[in-house]
């Protein structure tokens, strides 16, 4: 997540939102962002029903309760350009989503 904070200004020359998602609660959330140093991009919370967005995107682990790390890129009309779920312990670069916003 900080990666994609200090991209921030980046992501927006390409007129991109950046939105974290987690299956944790709200509180969860606001407690992890805080460990962080804080978050200036939205951190949204999936927690109930728990992982219904992460299910919808195939990035849902139901029998460990969690998800993926998983990153998308929705055009503005609403159609999914780039999936990308791996390991929950890989942070791929921010160059491959850069590129996937160029083409867009």
């Known amino acids: 997540m900080p990666a994609y904070e200090a991209d921030l200004d980046r992501f927006r020359q390409y007129d991109a939102q950046v939105l974290g998602i ?26 109930e029903p728990k992982g219904e967005v992460a299910r919808l995107y195939g990035a849902y682990r139901a029998g460990d309760g ?6 998308f890129v929705v055009d503005k009309e609403g159609k999914l350009a ?8 890989d942070q791929p670069d921010n160059e491959e989503l850069f590129d996937v916003l160029r083409k867009l």
């Open 22 to 47: 987690s299956v944790d609660s709200v509180p969860s959330n606001a407690a992890w962002a805080k460990s962080l140093g804080g978050l200036t991009y939205d951190l949204l919370s999936d927690f």
């Open 66 to 71: 969690i998800s993926e790390r998983a990153l």
């Open 82 to 89: 780039y999936k990308d779920i791996h390991d929950i312990g």
